[in-house]
């Protein structure tokens, strides 16, 4: 039989729709769902046909009414499975962007459920029984938290810079070193942010040496504020200078200017007091005398993703009124997850053992090097993984990741992961490729490499699990 007999014998939709099998099987499905389907379907198979060369028996299975049935009930499972879902990071970077950033605690995922699940005070005060300001939630725990007279959230930190910059900025001028000049990722670049907010860039002072009569000099009677921007995600190191904050706070309040400071990933924890990094808090930012200071809620804070602005109440009132303030607001699901996530910093101790960001920066390594080995161990004892998987546990470093803390590292331990006859970039990919849950590996100098500082507490058996249905498939 040749392909155009073929082709004229697959069964047309409106016969396929009539048939009892297909009636039965897809009784639940709706009618236009199971047009698509079907049409997809019958698709494949004609350009299965059209490019390959496929005997009349392989043709008759494959035109029959049950195999289309069967690749119907496929389509249907794909196309109803969720894009958005979750994965094992075994890549050793905690705060990884392409990974979703930072994975919540408890408290804020149990939070989010609770908040999305019926009906919420957003916008309700309850004692009185009037509106309320859906600002209230999160404004005190950020005062407390950070020292700052008032605070707003919105959704993300470059939106923060937005509307900090066209409510204090607009109409004027606002001085930046070149040193800051910076692009923070996704071509989200300083200069452009500050043309778009209406804001005139004055650049002062050289890339590596910007000093406090650089600023002063340029502030004139059309300067609004000038702009520190924390270089979180690079380094000027060697023959370089900046003013401290100090510094520049008092310039600023000298000239009547406002002096607001882009901090970026943006910590409450103090990872200095580990002896990891070097990263400004926050608080110290304020107590400095900034005036105003933005910050990422989904990196070192270790919560969703959302933009704090805190610092003095004038200007964050001002933000509040300004139209870009309801088209950034935050929705119901992510204000209970940031309002949480500030309740898990209000105790320090409560902090480092809750929020999976902290956690993971500051597990000792020792703690990392037990758990590397107990998994190595666990692989190489099964009785189907074992055999396939040759595992080794050697030293490396995991990266803390999001833009902070530029060039830190942690001392970690790793498993070194092998297969016979299979390169390292395929064994990553049928690993990342999994339906159960997607494995996502490191290939380091023709090995694939696992860290498990990120494998968060639980996952060692969804990560057996998976291999499991891996290497059942080989």
């Not at 109803?80 to 979750?86: I, T």
């Not at 204000?335 to 902090?351: C, F, I, P, S, V």
């Amino acid at each position: 039989m040749n392909n155009q007999n073929r082709l004229r014998s697959l069964p047309a939709i409106g016969k396929l729709l009539h048939h009892d099998l297909i009636k039965t099987r897809f009784s639940e499905t709706s009618h236009q769902l199971l047009v698509s389907a079907l049409t997809d379907t019958l698709s494949h198979i004609r350009r299965q046909a059209q490019s390959c060369d496929i005997d009349d028996d392989a043709w008759v299975e494959m035109a029959s009414v049950e195999r289309i049935a069967d690749m119907t009930e496929h389509w249907l499972q794909r196309r109803l499975s969720p894009q958005l879902r979750p994965v094992i990071n075994l890549t050793g970077t905690i705060i990884h962007t392409n990974l979703g950033r930072a994975p919540l605690s408890r408290r804020a995922l149990e939070a989010v459920v609770n908040v999305a699940q019926g009906y919420s005070n957003l916008e309700f005060d309850i004692p009185s029984g009037e509106r309320g300001s859906r600002h209230s939630h999160v404004e005190s725990l950020l005062c407390e938290l950070t020292g700052a007279e008032a605070g707003i959230a919105v959704n993300n930190n470059a939106a923060a810079v937005l509307l900090v910059l066209s409510t204090l900025g607009a109409g004027g001028d606002g001085i930046v070193s070149r040193g800051q000049l910076v692009e923070i990722g996704g071509s989200f670049r300083i200069p452009d942010i500050m043309a778009l907010s209406g804001v005139r860039l004055v650049e002062v002072g050289t890339t590596n040496k910007t000093r406090i009569d650089d600023y002063v000099q340029a502030i004139s009677d059309q300067t609004r504020l000038i702009l520190r921007v924390h270089t979180s995600n690079y380094r000027i190191i060697g023959f370089t200078e900046q003013p401290e904050r100090e510094a520049l706070a008092a310039a600023a309040q000298d000239h009547g200017v406002v002096f607001y400071e882009d901090l970026g990933s943006g910590a409450l924890f103090d990872y200095t007091e580990r002896g990891i990094g070097d990263e400004p808090t926050v608080p110290e930012c304020i107590h400095s005398g900034v005036d105003v200071v933005s910050f990422s809620g989904d990196k070192l804070l270790g919560g969703p993703q959302a933009g704090m602005i805190v610092g003095r109440k004038k200007w964050i009132d001002a933000m509040k009124k300004h139209p870009l303030a309801r088209a950034l607001r935050l929705d119901k699901m992510t204000l209970a997850a940031l309002e949480n996530t500030l309740l898990d910093h209000l105790d320090e101790k409560l902090t480092e053992r809750e929020v999976p960001v902290v956690r993971m920066i500051t597990a000792p390594y020792a703690e990392v090097a037990a758990r590397a080995e107990q998994l190595a161990q666990v692989i190489r004892l099964h009785s189907q993984l074992g055999v396939l998987m040759d595992v080794e546990v050697g030293d490396s470093e995991s990266t803390i990741g999001g833009g902070a803390f530029p060039g830190e590292t942690l001392p970690t331990r790793i498993l070194t992961v092998q297969v016979s006859g299979i390169s390292a970039e395929d064994l990553a990919a049928e690993l990342r490729t999994l339906p159960e849950r997607a494995i996502i590996s490191r290939v380091h100098r023709g090995h694939v490499t696992w860290d498990v500082r990120t494998l968060l507490p639980g996952q060692e058996d969804l990560l057996v699990e998976a291999l499991l249905q891996w290497a059942q498939r080989r």
